[in-house]
């Protein structure tokens, strides 16, 4: 099953005082396991920067201000994350800035029906815990050292992680009964990735081991 890890990045917390979005990040995840596939784009929110959203991704008015606009990369960020679940922490956040965007050129907005919120998923299974990100990554073990700052693509790669884990998944899953022609070239590549550890014993190793389960044979039954 395909599903769609998200984050975003803006000038503020709330739509209602006009602020934007800044930075999309998408990562595509196919039965737990990371495809190659991604979405990220910075992005020029035509308006400043507030000076907490400042300290939380580091993004000035200058670095964004030759980016492009929503509206011009909203046809390929729809495509992307069409007919998919989206997995996606404090979705409440995210998905008033995106249904704002969308709102302001007059494309539909993104069903809830449609998003795991994985902060809801944490506040169920840890009641009364901490559940940022970060409390989650220490909770599981997870290297979030990169994390200087809040950045989409990275806040993605971790929140996949943490997906799996708040699942009880620690494992991806393989479907070995999933038919090959379901995977695309560059899923095959990922799932390389997985296997590239296999070594299989040469053919005088095999002969090896043959003979000391002959041998110990020998010894226990005689003895």
């Not at 390929?76 to 679940?85: A, N, T, W, Y």
């Not at 790669?157 to 494992?171: A, G, P, R």
Request: some cysteine; hydrophobic content about 35%.
């Amino acid at each position: 099953m395909k599903e769609i890890v998200l984050d975003t990045e803006t000038t503020g917390l709330t739509v209602k005082d006009g602020h934007r979005i800044v930075e999309i990040g998408c990562i595509e995840i196919n039965n737990l396991i990371p495809t190659n596939k991604k979405f990220h784009c910075y992005l020029n929110p035509e308006r400043k920067v507030s000076e907490n959203a400042f300290k939380v991704h580091g993004y000035t008015d200058q670095f964004l201000s030759d980016k492009k606009k929503f509206k011009e990369i909203a046809e390929e960020f729809l495509e992307f994350i069409k007919d998919s679940k989206l997995i996606i922490h404090n979705a409440e956040f995210d998905l008033s800035h995106l249904n704002n965007e969308l709102y302001l050129i007059g494309k539909k907005k993104i069903s809830k029906d449609n998003v795991v919120d994985t902060l809801e998923l944490a506040k169920n299974k840890y009641p009364g815990s901490a559940n940022s990100l970060d409390a989650l990554c220490k909770r599981y073990s997870i290297d979030n050292s990169r994390r200087k700052k809040h950045t989409a693509l990275i806040d993605c790669e971790l929140l996949t992680k943490v997906y799996i884990n708040l699942i009880d998944q620690k494992e991806p899953k393989l479907e070995l009964d999933t038919k090959l022609d379901n995977f695309s070239s560059e899923d095959a590549g990922v799932f390389s990735e997985y296997c590239k550890n296999v070594i299989l014993p040469s053919e005088n190793e095999i002969q090896l081991h043959k003979s000391f389960i002959k041998e110990n044979l020998k010894k226990n039954f005689f003895n």
